[in-house]
């Protein structure tokens, strides 16, 4: 056997891709991301835990040719996206004895978007067990984290449980145990805050699960296996509590610098009252790195050129980034310059109706900022101020 053994005959034979470098087209992967799959074998069963994204299909196949695989009984999928089913027809065909063991709702999708044949398939309930000699397989379901199909397959002996996308990391590893490290943290931080967020209540409800099981390691299908889950668990407490942090998040894009001086000044005047401030160009900026300052920021004021009498649609996409990420935001707020007229904040507005926050008084100008438009800023800051000490964070 050439993988890699987890625990008592559970292998990884997953693929790291370093060089990948967007995930869903949408956030940057400065580290890459990884694929995870693991075997396990039974004394009677043989299993394969997910499977792997398309482009990586023979390279995965071939892992498992070299590792001597020749027959495969059951393959659990956890979710049905398609960096872990995408290889199935191909599996399918190597492996022609297999059955997909899955839910109802993942089968449905794996069936559109994969065309795959209904005696394939075997469907569990939640709850189920089924044996595989001297394991048994439970699944859980744990819908919305971050499909409606998403489950948990816990093997009963080893304390194991596979979680597919939950808790996961863009987090590429050679020792397949998990280095508790700064780098490792953000890349499960990138990870939540772009795939997670949105179902934060989920996401909560599950920690306490698992929390209240009894589980020796947790493994996810991005990143290494946690060996200590309470690693990643109380990570996941902190980012999904209700609670904010003393922070404001700026993201902004300013055309002629008139912008930005307003941004600079406010960064300046709420670092002075013991506020953490994270301005954010967004033209340059790695969108990924804006969605990690979303997760626990209380406040974010927006900051945006007017172009055509709309605000700059790097504004607009910032915004409705923010919107569909939902996070726990509090209160937002506007700031921005213009030159001849237009409508600033309607469009952002627009698209952050999913956020339940307060809108604190926007301040809009014409041209470069004169004193009374400063007098505006500080009623802003002292606001904002006087908001983040009421829910006693300063
Ligand atoms: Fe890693 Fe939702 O796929």
Same mark, same amino acid.
């Given at each position: 056997m050439t993988l890699k053994e987890v625990k008592n005959n559970?292998?990884?034979?997953?693929?790291?891709?370093?060089?990948?470098?967007?995930?869903? *087209?949408? $956030?940057?992967?400065?580290?890459?991301?990884?694929?995870?799959?693991?075997?396990?074998?039974?004394?009677? /069963?043989? +299993?394969?835990?997910?499977?792997?994204?398309?482009?990586?299909?023979?390279?995965?196949?071939?892992?498992?040719?070299?590792?001597?695989? *020749?027959? $495969?009984?059951?393959?659990?999928?956890?979710?049905?996206?398609?960096?872990?089913?995408?290889?199935?027809? /191909?599996? +399918?065909?190597?492996?022609?004895?297999?059955?997909?063991?899955?839910?109802?709702?993942c089968k449905e999708i794996i069936q559109e978007m994969l065309h795959i044949e209904d005696d394939k398939f075997q469907v569990v309930a939640d709850g189920e067990e089924i044996s595989l000699g001297d394991k048994t397989l439970k699944f859980i379901f744990a819908p919305w984290v971050h499909w409606p199909d998403t489950m948990f397959t816990y093997v009963k002996e080893d304390k194991i449980i596979f979680t597919c996308d939950f808790l996961g990391s863009h987090s590429p590893f050679e020792n397949i145990f998990a280095v508790e490290s700064e780098a490792l943290l953000l890349g499960a931080k990138r990870y939540y805050a772009e795939i997670m967020m949105p179902f934060r209540n989920f996401c909560k409800k599950y920690v306490q699960k698992l929390k209240e099981m009894d589980i020796d390691m947790i493994l996810t299908s991005h990143g290494p296996v946690y060996n200590n889950p309470q690693y990643i668990l109380k990570a996941y407490e902190k980012w999904t509590a209700d609670e904010a942090a003393n922070e404001v998040v700026i993201p902004y894009v300013s055309m002629y610098e008139s912008t930005k001086e307003m941004v600079d000044y406010i960064c300046e005047k709420l670092s002075d009252k013991g506020i953490v401030v994270k301005p954010f160009d967004v033209v340059n900026e790695d969108l990924g790195e804006l969605a990690m300052e979303l997760v626990e920021a209380c406040t974010v004021v927006f900051g945006a050129s007017m172009v055509l009498a709309g605000p700059h649609p790097a504004a607009v996409t910032a915004a409705y980034l923010t919107g569909l990420l939902r996070p726990k935001t509090k209160y937002i707020s506007f700031i921005g310059s213009y030159g001849w007229g237009g409508v600033l904040t309607a469009k952002l507005e627009e698209s952050l109706t999913n956020i339940k926050a307060e809108k604190l008084e926007p301040v809009i100008i014409k041209g470069k900022a004169r004193k009374e438009d400063f007098e505006k800023l500080d009623v802003l800051v002292e606001t904002i101020y006087e908001k983040h000490k009421s829910l006693g964070l300063v």
């Amino acid at each position: 056997m050439t993988l890699k053994e987890v625990k008592n005959n559970i292998f990884f034979c997953g693929l790291n891709h370093r060089e990948r470098r967007m995930f869903d *087209e949408l $956030i940057p992967l400065p580290m890459g991301t990884t694929y995870n799959s693991y075997l396990i074998k039974g004394s009677e /069963k043989t +299993v394969l835990v997910d499977t792997m994204y398309p482009p990586k299909a023979d390279e995965y196949l071939q892992k498992l040719e070299n590792a001597g695989i *020749e027959n $495969i009984d059951y393959i659990v999928c956890n979710h049905g996206e398609q960096d872990h089913t995408g290889a199935l027809p /191909k599996v +399918v065909k190597k492996y022609p004895n297999a059955k997909i063991l899955t839910n109802p709702k993942c089968k449905e999708i794996i069936q559109e978007m994969l065309h795959i044949e209904d005696d394939k398939f075997q469907v569990v309930a939640d709850g189920e067990e089924i044996s595989l000699g001297d394991k048994t397989l439970k699944f859980i379901f744990a819908p919305w984290v971050h499909w409606p199909d998403t489950m948990f397959t816990y093997v009963k002996e080893d304390k194991i449980i596979f979680t597919c996308d939950f808790l996961g990391s863009h987090s590429p590893f050679e020792n397949i145990f998990a280095v508790e490290s700064e780098a490792l943290l953000l890349g499960a931080k990138r990870y939540y805050a772009e795939i997670m967020m949105p179902f934060r209540n989920f996401c909560k409800k599950y920690v306490q699960k698992l929390k209240e099981m009894d589980i020796d390691m947790i493994l996810t299908s991005h990143g290494p296996v946690y060996n200590n889950p309470q690693y990643i668990l109380k990570a996941y407490e902190k980012w999904t509590a209700d609670e904010a942090a003393n922070e404001v998040v700026i993201p902004y894009v300013s055309m002629y610098e008139s912008t930005k001086e307003m941004v600079d000044y406010i960064c300046e005047k709420l670092s002075d009252k013991g506020i953490v401030v994270k301005p954010f160009d967004v033209v340059n900026e790695d969108l990924g790195e804006l969605a990690m300052e979303l997760v626990e920021a209380c406040t974010v004021v927006f900051g945006a050129s007017m172009v055509l009498a709309g605000p700059h649609p790097a504004a607009v996409t910032a915004a409705y980034l923010t919107g569909l990420l939902r996070p726990k935001t509090k209160y937002i707020s506007f700031i921005g310059s213009y030159g001849w007229g237009g409508v600033l904040t309607a469009k952002l507005e627009e698209s952050l109706t999913n956020i339940k926050a307060e809108k604190l008084e926007p301040v809009i100008i014409k041209g470069k900022a004169r004193k009374e438009d400063f007098e505006k800023l500080d009623v802003l800051v002292e606001t904002i101020y006087e908001k983040h000490k009421s829910l006693g964070l300063v």
